[in-house]
């Protein structure tokens, strides 16, 4: 909501907040409370002893990095941010090229000195930002594992599809989507008093349990686009509201890391917003916004959110050609990373996996690679976050359907609550008390592993 020519003063605001953070918990004191000689093991509870720990690391990675790369950072974010945004509208990258450029210099300098206090290669201190204590090889290992199933699975999904669309037609009103978009929200308990949805850019959720702000686009065309966005961005928020409120304003209560989110924010909107089950309790309020027709029947909302098109961008991407949208963007980033290629040259790289991967010709690789706002926002090392994400979120389900399918059922009549009720006592609860792999094994008794994310896109594409 931020007029288009305040972005600067902005980026001075923030980049004066940040410095004071960075002063506080770098200063003297802090320095010599963390130095102290640790309380006996005896005296600290598990939770006490893990936020003690996340103090740690903390002050360690923020000790890495001087104020002067602060402020420079954050003024290249916001000067890249905007000039993401004009690009965008223009469809025209050499707008955003000279920003990106200095922010990706910046952002290096950033990777080499956590690199240095990590002893860890730069690309990994990014990726550990987001995914803490994760291994680029794991990393590696789990994507290729699914990188070698692609373009192939794209095209058998599309041979084997079984349903045809009935296509939409006109134009959706955003009163009418953003009616309909409030009362899901409130019928699949987001609290309304504590939170609040807006229209963006694109898509995206920030704030506390408190004042939790999702916004997503409305799309005027097809109003099951918009609901997808809000679906994954209800994910993120679910997670957000039932974090522990005993550690709320301490490290330990907050999230565990990008892979977790972003796995809750795919389950919403991939394993419960696109399945069988889902839809038609959707249809019915689908039809009473807008009104009695074929094209809102349960058959033909599945058949559209079942309909494997690469070529659409990534967010309305399909389950199938999803991980492929993540797996181009990773491979980006360690090329960049690794000086294989600069960012004048992203436009080609891009096209160039985008037929590999997706097995797309793309007429526009310059408009395409401007579709996400992550890069422009100094997020490196996020985008595996996706892809992993989506493995914890088909191994959650395989296991729910296993175990406890009856939080499926429960669905069709709108009863969401233990479904729920299920993910704040053995995931939201947990904060970061446990990171991601120690909790995948803790509810799934298993690894994280790509076998069950394989095994659901077979059964539910045919192939």
């Given at each position: ?7 600067l ?13 960075q ?76 920003a ?128 997808m ?26 999230d ?84 294989d ?39 490196f ?6 892809g ?31 479904l ?24 799934t ?19």
């Amino acid at each position: 909501m931020m007029p288009r020519q305040s972005h600067l003063l902005r980026a001075e605001q923030l980049t004066v907040v940040n410095t004071l953070v960075q002063d506080i918990v770098l200063s003297a004191k802090t320095a010599r409370l963390l130095k102290t000689e640790p309380p006996p093991p005896e005296s600290l509870d598990a939770w006490q002893s893990k936020n003690l720990e996340l103090m740690h690391r903390q002050y360690k990675r923020l000790h890495a990095i001087p104020a002067s790369l602060i402020q420079k950072l954050d003024k290249c974010i916001r000067t890249a941010d905007a000039a993401w945004g004009d690009a965008k509208k223009a469809g025209d990258y050499s707008i955003f090229e000279p920003a990106f450029s200095q922010l990706l210099r910046v952002v290096k300098e950033k990777a080499q000195r956590l690199s240095d206090c990590l002893s860890v290669a730069p690309f990994e201190a990014l990726m550990d930002e987001h995914d803490p204590k994760r291994k680029q090889s794991e990393v590696d290992a789990l994507l290729n594992e699914t990188k070698q199933l692609f373009p192939q699975i794209i095209f058998l999904a599309q041979k084997n599809a079984t349903q045809t669309c009935i296509p939409f037609e006109g134009k959706f009103s955003k009163k009418k989507q953003n009616a309909l978009c409030h009362e899901l929200l409130r019928l699949l308990h987001f609290p309304l008093k504590q939170g609040r949805l807006d229209e963006s850019v694109h898509p995206f959720t920030e704030g506390v349990a408190q004042d939790i702000r999702i916004t997503t686009i409305f799309d005027r065309f097809n109003p099951l686009n918009t609901i997808m966005g809000l679906m994954h961005e209800l994910g993120h928020a679910l997670y957000d509201c039932a974090l522990p409120s005993l550690y709320r304003f301490q490290l330990v209560g907050q999230d565990a890391g990008m892979v977790v989110h972003e796995g809750m924010a795919l389950f919403w909107e991939k394993m419960v917003g696109s399945s069988a089950i889902f839809t038609p309790w959707l249809a019915q309020h689908l039809q009473h916004h807008f009104g009695p027709s074929e094209q809102w029947s349960a058959n033909n909302i599945y058949a559209h959110l079942t309909a494997v098109d690469p070529e659409k961008i990534r967010i309305e991407a399909d389950e199938v050609s999803y991980m492929g949208h993540i797996i181009l963007r990773y491979e980006v980033e360690k090329a960049l990373f690794s000086d294989d290629i600069q960012a004048k040259d992203i436009p080609q790289f891009w096209q160039e996996q985008t037929k590999a991967l997706l097995g797309v010709n793309l007429s526009n690789p310059g408009v395409d690679c401007l579709q996400d706002i992550h890069w422009a926002q100094g997020y490196f090392g996020y985008f595996q976050a996706y892809g992993l994400g989506l493995l914890f979120a088909a191994q959650i389900h395989t296991y729910l359907l296993k175990n406890h399918a009856i939080l499926f059922s429960q669905m069709k009549e709108g009863n969401f609550i233990p479904l729920l009720n299920w993910f704040k006592e053995n995931i939201f609860q947990w904060g970061s008390f446990y990171n991601a792999n120690q909790l995948i094994e803790q509810v799934t008794k298993t690894e994280l592993q790509s076998q069950p994310f394989m095994d659901y896109l077979k059964q539910k594409y045919h192939f």
